[in-house]
């Protein structure tokens, strides 16, 4: 009766009533998922094309900041009006941002290209998240986070790849022009889905406001703009604008966060920071993985995508573990063992910096870092969904994506002040230094993980 119970549960996210919000979910985690390895891919021939390495960072910090934007009035309305309104719009503005930066003329219009995209893909996470929080319950949320996880492994077997012969045979503008009718035909499929959702039965008494939002971003960016500064000499000006962005951004993100949240309070506050703090130590090094091993060890993008590969095949399969694991091991075990697998392979990447050291080292340390990404990035949504109240799932979301991408952003940000001060002289010591960098957040997630929620993330939600 126990194992027909347990085939039930497995053929659950295919059932006839959720085949097709399934199926919607994961189309549009793959064009997402394909958008951001080719970028990553073949962002050094474009710095090399445009000029602008100094900007090289931002370009990824403004899709990252755009995404605030995304997040938050995603979240807000798949409360108020159920996923579909916002998953369209988002859809519209990635596409509107993808012709900008396909079309770029320079590296700034190409970063503003990208913060366009931000806030269309901002809207993906937080409405997916959302409707999982409504639709599934119990270890089927588990299976849905590792069959979104699957929907990288096309784009992570091919995309890196494909990139790369595009840009060899057409131009990188194609690696964003091509993704166009991708873009068209995932939304098309998926919205049916998220109609048939609808609206939640009850609406949040308090609401994320939009402006907040907004103010974050700009906050973010004023401090980004300052390191930026600082790194290229003007340390007085860098050091006021780091000022500023953090009186204009951080009481808006306090109105925006569970209550505790910046102070690392046990339960969900705790886990919405230390999402936060995971991103910003695996994508402050991951920005620039591929930039070590074409820039500094001077080696081909189709090597360096190989590195992307293999992170996003071991991610995939490490969500698979924790959702196995799901049921018996507590969701903070899992955060520390994948905090501590990210780290080896930081510390490994470190080491490629060096000419002595081989860069199939480097493919292999970073693959063993995807690994341990997949293992404790789900849980921290499993979690947030557990403690979420009903009706209020769409908040809790763009809470954790707010956090999540700030991480990201961040991470990404303090990385390429890094590598803008040392662009002109020693590349590799600003890369090490961003290495650095990420490596000390992620210490500092375990020691923040003390405080995440007891038990497995399969359990029923917890009594309010």
Do not use: K
Not at 43 to 71: C, E, K, N, Q, T
Not at 388 to 412: H, K, R, V, W, Y
């Amino acid at each position: 009766m126990g194992e027909g119970r347990d085939e039930g549960r497995a053929r659950g996210l295919w059932a006839p009533q959720r085949r097709a919000l399934t199926a919607g979910l994961v189309l549009t985690i793959t064009f997402v998922a394909s958008e951001a390895l080719a970028v990553v891919t073949v962002m050094p021939v474009v710095a090399r094309d445009l000029g602008g390495l100094r900007l090289y960072g931002w370009v990824f910090s403004g899709f990252m900041l755009g995404s605030v934007v995304g997040i938050v009035a995603a979240g807000r309305e798949a409360d108020r009006r159920g996923p579909a309104a916002p998953f369209v719009a988002g859809v519209v503005l990635f596409g509107c941002g993808l012709a900008v930066a396909g079309t770029a003329p320079s590296m700034g219009v190409l970063v503003a290209g990208r913060v366009l995209q931000g806030i269309g893909a901002g809207a993906v996470p937080a409405v997916a998240y959302a409707s999982i929080g409504r639709s599934l319950t119990g270890s089927l949320r588990a299976r849905m986070m590792a069959v979104m996880s699957t929907a990288w492994v096309v784009p992570g077997l091919a995309g890196p790849a494909l990139s790369a012969e595009v840009t060899r045979l057409f131009g990188w503008r194609w690696v964003f022009l091509g993704l166009l009718p991708v873009v068209a035909v995932a939304g098309s499929l998926a919205v049916p889905a998220l109609i048939r959702l609808g609206p939640p039965d009850s609406v949040p008494a308090q609401e994320h406001r939009l402006g907040d939002g907004i103010r974050v971003a700009a906050g973010a960016a004023l401090m980004l703009a300052g390191l930026t500064l600082a790194s290229s000499g003007t340390v007085l000006a860098g050091l006021a604008l780091i000022v500023a962005g953090v009186l204009v951004g951080l009481p808006a993100l306090r109105r925006l966060v569970p209550d505790g949240t910046l102070a690392a309070r046990p339960g969900l506050p705790a886990t919405i920071l230390t999402r936060g703090m995971l991103t910003f130590a695996f994508f402050g090094a991951d920005a620039y993985v591929t930039l070590t091993i074409t820039t500094v060890r001077h080696h081909s993008t189709v090597v360096a995508g190989l590195a992307l590969t293999g992170a996003t095949l071991a991610w995939t399969a490490g969500a698979w573990a924790q959702a196995r694991l799901s049921d018996v091991w507590e969701g903070r075990r899992l955060v520390r063992t994948g905090m501590v697998i990210i780290l080896a392979g930081i510390a490994g990447m470190a080491l490629v910096l060096s000419p002595a050291v081989p860069v199939a080292e480097g493919l292999a340390a970073w693959t063993v870092a995807g690994l341990g990404m997949g293992l404790a990035y789900a849980p921290l949504s499993l979690m947030m969904l557990q403690h979420a109240s009903p009706g209020q799932e769409g908040q809790a979301s763009a809470s954790l994506n707010l956090t999540d991408t700030l991480g990201t952003a961040t991470g990404i940000g303090v990385g390429g002040a890094a590598v803008a001060a040392a662009a002109g002289g020693h590349l590799y010591l600003g890369v090490a230094a961003a290495f650095a960098v990420a490596a000390a957040m992620g210490v500092a997630v375990l020691v923040v993980t003390r405080r995440l929620p007891p038990g497995t993330t399969s359990s029923a939600r917890p009594p309010s």
